[in-house]
């Protein structure tokens, strides 16, 4: 691949078990407060999804903004710089569905999951 391939960046970002999730969440819901998301996606640690939302507000893909209150309330929302993501973050959700189908088409459904 050459040096000139940008790929490699935006996976970097992008690339890991938990942050496609978080984007797709936050990206159809709007705006989510962490306990949202922890219920949304129940297999992640408290420690894991907040690495991860750290990442992300720090690549500036999300916002956080913490009222003063108590309990304290934070939401998690897309930057408008990170909607730039949803075309992406879309397309490759339908290649995922029609990887599924075709993976069943081969194998049928058991052997394809």
Not at 19 to 29: A, G, T
Request: proline share 4%; aromatic share 8%; hydrophobic share 40%.
């Amino acid at each position: 691949m050459s040096n000139d391939c940008k790929v490699e960046t935006a996976l970097d970002i992008l690339v890991g078990k938990w942050k496609p999730v978080i984007l797709y969440h936050i990206l159809s819901n709007g705006i989510l407060r962490f306990s949202e998301l922890q219920r949304l996606i129940p297999d992640i640690t408290k420690k894991m999804l907040t690495s991860q939302l750290r990442e992300l507000e720090y690549h500036d893909i999300i916002n956080r903004k913490i009222y003063a209150q108590i309990p304290p309330k934070v939401e998690y929302s897309m930057t408008e710089y990170g909607k730039g993501l949803m075309p992406l973050l879309e397309s490759m959700h339908n290649w995922g569905l029609a990887h599924i189908e075709h993976l069943n088409e081969i194998y049928g459904e058991e052997e394809a999951k």
